[in-house]
């Protein structure tokens, strides 16, 4: 059993800033060490954040025997290289999604995870969030009966200039920065998918900078998903269920807000047009009265809970992350590897179907 776990960071940009802040907040955590392909980068970021060494080379870094775990939060492009050898060098690993830009890297990754024995954990903090732990709970639960739809939309608009490696034609675009989130709701709600069709919108680089995922499930269920790196999105996600319907308020990432409603309760209490169960005479009057009207809508409203992540939303993963390496666990029962590469597989398939269609 592992009593403190000393963590090494890869990377100084800013997810690796972000995530410094959210490991200080777990007592048990020490980060003893910083690498970057820039040893003055590197040592920049140690002397600004108080990390005890600093490295300009992955072989030394990882030399270093006090490193029990790193997390990996370089360039997109380097992630897979970078967390095989890692693993290979007998550390946990913790890594930025996404893991892998293609299937052929993702696979790679799990094949050096499962041969090294090593726990790999992809990192889709918002699995972990409390608010999305509820929502699997209440479909789980069978009170809403069985599970048919999947709404999840997450955009907000960015530029090349506020974020390029979101532009880059190498390890950037929509799918693979900001899709995994939704995929990995829908998986864990519908299950394994048979067919994915995508609509894209690209830029004159040609990277996916918008992007219209349908998924159909093998369990009979169907996903909508929705992605942008140039609009506002409405940013909630909903579960439609035979009986009923769970969802998350906006944002859809870093949720804090659940909805749910049973289907019996908005029956109940709406205004029906012939009147079933009420006087005719009082149909009309709520029908023909705007504040009437309006107190019905709030009868009839889904009941929202709060359910908040604490001081950091990171901290609940971190905190998985740390307890799976005390229990030596080779991987993670919420987001499991076969699920990472699962999302990896449906990126591919979507943008790979939308490259290649007609248009007429």
Same mark, same amino acid.
């Given at each position: 059993?592992?009593?403190?776990?000393?963590?090494?960071?890869?990377?100084?940009?800013?997810?690796?800033?972000?995530?410094?802040?959210?490991?200080?907040?777990?007592?048990?955590?020490?980060?003893?060490?910083?690498?970057?392909?820039?040893?003055?980068?590197?040592?920049?970021?140690?002397?600004?954040?108080?990390?005890?060494?600093?490295?300009?080379?992955?072989?030394?870094?990882?030399?270093?025997?006090?490193?029990?775990?790193?997390?990996?939060?370089?360039?997109?492009?380097?992630?897979?290289?970078?967390?095989?050898?890692?693993?290979?060098?007998?550390?946990?690993?913790?890594?930025?999604?996404?893991?892998?830009?293609?299937?052929?890297?993702?696979?790679?990754?799990?094949?050096?995870?499962?041969?090294?024995?090593?726990?790999?954990?992809?990192?889709?903090?918002?699995?972990?969030?409390?608010?999305?732990?509820?929502?699997?709970?209440?479909?789980?639960?069978?009170?809403?009966?069985?599970?048919?739809?999947?709404?999840?939309?997450?955009?907000?608009?960015?530029?090349?200039?506020?974020?390029?490696?979101?532009?880059?034609? $190498?390890?950037?675009?929509?799918?693979?920065?900001?899709?995994?989130?939704?995929?990995?709701?829908?998986?864990?709600?519908?299950?394994?998918?048979?067919?994915?069709?995508?609509?894209?919108?690209?830029?004159?680089?040609?990277?996916?900078?918008?992007?219209?995922?349908?998924?159909?499930?093998?369990?009979?269920?169907?996903?909508?998903?929705?992605?942008?790196?140039?609009?506002?999105?409405?940013?909630?996600?909903?579960?439609?269920?035979?009986?009923?319907?769970?969802?998350?308020?906006?944002?859809?990432?870093?949720?804090?807000?659940?909805?749910?409603?049973?289907?019996?309760?908005?029956?109940?209490?709406?205004?029906? &047009?012939?009147?079933?169960?009420?006087?005719?005479?009082?149909?009309?009057?709520?029908?023909?009265?705007?504040?009437?009207?309006?107190?019905?809508?709030?009868?009839?409203?889904?009941?929202?809970?709060?359910?908040?992540?604490?001081?950091?939303?990171?901290?609940?993963?971190?905190?998985?992350?740390?307890?799976?390496?005390?229990?030596?666990?080779?991987?993670?029962?919420?987001?499991?590897?076969?699920?990472?590469? &699962?999302?990896?597989?449906?990126?591919?398939?979507?943008? $790979?179907?939308?490259?290649?269609?007609?248009?007429?």
């Amino acid at each position: 059993m592992i009593k403190s776990v000393k963590i090494g960071i890869i990377g100084t940009g800013r997810m690796a800033e972000t995530m410094l802040g959210a490991f200080k907040e777990v007592s048990d955590i020490e980060v003893i060490a910083v690498c970057s392909t820039s040893p003055d980068r590197a040592r920049e970021f140690a002397l600004r954040f108080g990390i005890k060494a600093s490295y300009g080379d992955l072989t030394q870094f990882f030399c270093n025997d006090a490193i029990r775990a790193v997390y990996i939060a370089n360039r997109n492009v380097e992630h897979s290289v970078t967390a095989i050898a890692a693993l290979n060098a007998g550390k946990a690993v913790l890594c930025e999604k996404p893991f892998a830009i293609n299937v052929k890297e993702g696979q790679a990754v799990l094949a050096a995870a499962r041969n090294a024995r090593q726990l790999f954990v992809e990192a889709m903090w918002t699995s972990f969030l409390p608010a999305y732990r509820r929502v699997r709970d209440l479909v789980q639960s069978g009170s809403f009966g069985k599970p048919t739809h999947v709404h999840f939309d997450f955009g907000y608009p960015t530029s090349a200039k506020i974020n390029p490696l979101l532009f880059a034609a $190498n390890g950037g675009g929509v799918l693979l920065d900001r899709s995994a989130y939704g995929i990995a709701l829908a998986l864990s709600i519908l299950g394994d998918v048979v067919m994915a069709e995508a609509a894209l919108g690209l830029n004159e680089d040609g990277v996916d900078i918008n992007a219209s995922l349908q998924l159909t499930h093998r369990a009979g269920g169907q996903s909508q998903l929705g992605f942008s790196l140039t609009s506002l999105m409405a940013n909630t996600a909903t579960i439609a269920c035979e009986n009923g319907m769970v969802g998350l308020m906006p944002p859809t990432i870093g949720a804090e807000m659940v909805f749910y409603q049973h289907s019996a309760a908005r029956h109940s209490t709406r205004i029906n &047009a012939n009147g079933r169960g009420l006087k005719q005479q009082f149909i009309k009057t709520l029908r023909r009265h705007a504040l009437l009207r309006r107190v019905n809508a709030a009868v009839s409203s889904p009941k929202v809970e709060f359910h908040p992540f604490g001081v950091n939303p990171y901290v609940a993963q971190i905190c998985h992350f740390i307890e799976l390496l005390r229990t030596e666990c080779s991987e993670s029962n919420v987001n499991t590897m076969d699920s990472s590469l &699962a999302a990896l597989q449906i990126i591919e398939a979507s943008k $790979n179907r939308a490259m290649n269609r007609t248009i007429i």
